[in-house]
């Protein structure tokens, strides 16, 4: 088994969604292969425990989850700011479990290439199958950034009515930890926010934790999460079946493609981190 | 006009869509915000359903729980062919009988072992998966006989009842539960029959007969 590098091991994960927790009183989980107790004691009182030593552990509480650490946080959680505008409607997607390494949960995250096979009618459709080149950087805080992505999509949106093109951003922000901004069909100049905290919870097991900050266009919390939720219970047997089910950094495991850019800068990225967890390193 | 109280990701709500759209039927849909939001847990909702669960109908001023009730009632109500459930049948109601609570049992096992995986509920998975497999392996055999006389379907009569609309969904999404179908052919073929079925309708999760998944 590989060993969680300090880049994970000394940074904040997200482990429970709060109204899940607040409905279960109190849960285990594992973080890093690392047993966990996550107890809510009062409405605001969230405690995390090891289950092997029974040490308390650091928490947060932002962006409608429980974060914590199994070490020292270098780092303070990512910072979004569209989630703190008071117009927007913001809630979490729901925490899913998948069965795959969460790096690949990120990377299916990145991806344009499957939306008009995996969320026909929705994302994508057929013909319309091209993913336009688009341009992926490194920016100075370290995050991976693609942007002038455009795909057409028939429901872009909770609330979209017709098809339309899309413009996307991509940002990956931690190994774990990735955001989209997608144009918003009503207001263009600004963005609908999705954010996926992903939970590794082993090497080939993970929980997506989603956080949403959409827009309020004739949209409601439930709307918001029941298309998140429809969204990626499509990609999740996609996810399952992936094989290794540990995200391969070797550059000639899977032939790229240029649609591809995105992933490969992600695997690359990784590498050059030093992030063996969840992964199969370059020989 | 039909209100059905729904959830996109339960299975037991994809019974009764899939049964509402083979049957051409309109209807209204409420949803359910089920996770996290609970809301099948809700004052309101349990006034309407004790037993805080999804699906509910209602229709007129009739309301039903339970998937399996509803199948009964629309096919019943509104199926003109007479086939889905073949009232004045005697053996086929029989049989659709035992079938539905046959498929009460594949949501006890199978679906229990989906909702611990992906919605990280807290009960024991390895025996609902053990559970999972007991009935795959009964429902296997009995499809793999069906075939053997010439039969397609769950029930005697040579085209689909309720009670294939009851087995399916929980059946089809058994591996987001760790409970695999490759030891199960005859079941596999039953169920890429199921979805060529004209009204045949998808939910996430599941895939259009013959795609790769
Ligand atoms: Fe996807």
Known sequence: MNQAHAILVDDWHAVAELDFLRSRGAFATALLDVGLEVSCGGPDDFRVLRRDTGAPLATRVEYGHLFTTLGEPARDLVHFPECHEE?????TGGSIGVNVSGLRAVENFLDMGHFPFVHTGYLGIEPHTEVEPYEVAVTEQDEILATACRFFQPVASPSAEGGMMVDYVYKVCRPYTACLYKSNPVEPERWDVIVLFVQPVGEERCIAHSWLAYL???????????????????DKPILENEFPKRLPLDRRAEVPVRADAASLAYRRWLGAHGVTYGAIPAA | MITLYDYELSGNCYKVRLLL????????????????????????????NPLGQVPVLEDDD???????????????????????????????????????AFAEGITATASAARLAENFLYDLDVDAARAGAHRLFRVLDEHLWFAEQEGRDWLCAPGHPTIADVACFP???????????????????????RFKRIPGFTLMSGVFPAGAAV
């Not at chain 2, 007479?82 to 053996?91: E, S, T, V």
């Not at chain 2, 539960?177 to 073929?189: F, L």
């Open chain 1, 87 to 91: 117009d927007r409607i913001r809630v």
């Open chain 1, 216 to 234: 309020p266009h004739d949209l409601d919390e439930e709307a918001t999460r029941w298309y998140m939720q429809l969204i990626f219970a499509q």
């Open chain 2, 21 to 48: 759209n083979i049957l051409g039927l309109e209807w209204k849909t409420r949803r359910i915000d089920f996770h996290p939001g609970r809301e099948h847990k809700s004052d309101w909702f349990l006034r309407l």
């Open chain 2, 62 to 100: 009739l309301g039903l729980r339970d998937a399996q009730a509803i199948l009964t009632y629309l096919a019943a109500r509104y199926d003109r062919s007479g086939r889905w459930y073949p009232a004045g049948d005697a053996r086929t109601l029989g049989e659709i009988a035992m079938w539905l």
């Open chain 2, 170 to 192: 929980y059946v089809v999404l058994s591996e987001e539960g760790g409970v695999s179908r490759m030891p199960y052919p005859a079941i596999r073929r039953w169920t890429d």
